[in-house]
């Protein structure tokens, strides 16, 4: 696990505070103790979901481009973050984006904080779009399983044509998004909106990349799903998901 400062400094300040009490009432003694303590403290900190308090939201009005960020900033560095718009032609839209290195799951428990504050600010019922940018990088470079997904379920899919790289029919923006659909290759982001009542449906599809499975970026994870290396496949584009009510 990285570096984590703000671990450091808390672990340093809870042993220094033991260290004086230990002086006092023992007199020097009991180290074994102080060790057990200063592990169970730093144990605490390290256990997969246990937080001392969820990350802070910061957000942030650009009243020059007439819009609102909503971010989390991990480790000083990296972020996720929700874009709302107040101009007529992008209201209603949200924009994910996110340049960290984080696990998808840790990436979407993280979203689903933020998406918390926006809807403390926006009325959920006016939200309408989502666009998440280029699927392959939408969670960080490190994170391609939609990417996966998609090229996988196209390989499967009776509508795509293998050898061609090309739909049987249809533009390929229209035969991507009804794939990417009918094979919810989003349920993580699903199940946050989900939560608010919400229901996410891909709506758009543009600059699909299309290349031989081998010289995709994710072409060992294909060829571990049994994917042959000269099927020609989508592996990318700009993703937009419709906002609606679920049905009651």
């Known amino acids: 696990m990285p570096f984590n400062e ?10 220094s505070a033991w260290g004086t009490i230990r002086k006092k009432m023992f007199g020097g003694t009991c180290h074994i103790i102080l060790i057990s303590f200063a ?16 990350p802070q939201v910061v957000v942030k009005i650009h009243p020059k481009y007439k819009e609102t960020s909503y971010k989390v900033i991990i480790n000083d560095r990296q972020e996720i973050s929700l874009t709302t718009y107040q101009t007529e032609i992008n209201k209603g ?6 340049d960290s290195d984080l696990s998808l799951n840790r990436q979407i428990d993280l979203l689903a904080i933020i ?3 926006v809807f403390k600010d926006v009325n959920k019922d006016e939200i309408h779009t989502l666009f998440i940018g280029r699927l392959i990088n939408a969670f960080g470079t490190n994170n391609t399983q ?8 196209v390989y499967k899919s009776h509508l795509w044509d293998n050898t061609q790289g090309r739909p049987v029919s249809d533009h390929e923006n229209v035969a ?12 993580e982001l699903k199940q946050v909106f989900s939560r608010h009542g919400l229901l996410i449906t891909v ?10 499975s081998d010289l995709t970026p994710i072409g060992d994870a294909l060829k571990f799903q049994g994917v042959t290396r000269t099927a020609k496949l989508p592996y990318d584009c700009l993703m937009w998901f419709s906002v609606s009510k679920t049905d009651d």
């Open 115 to 117: 998406l918390e504050r």
């Open 39 to 54: 592990i169970l403290i730093i144990g605490h900190c390290l256990l997969p979901g246990v937080h001392a308090q969820d």
């Open 203 to 212: 709506s758009g599809i543009e600059k699909v990349l299309i290349t031989q």
């Open 176 to 187: 991507v998004k009804t794939i990417a659909n009918e094979a919810r290759i989003f349920p």
């Open 6 to 15: 703000e671990i450091d400094r808390r672990v340093s300040s809870e042993i």
């Open 93 to 98: 839209t949200l924009r994910l984006r996110s």
């Open 146 to 153: 939609m990417s996966e997904r998609l090229a996988l379920s």
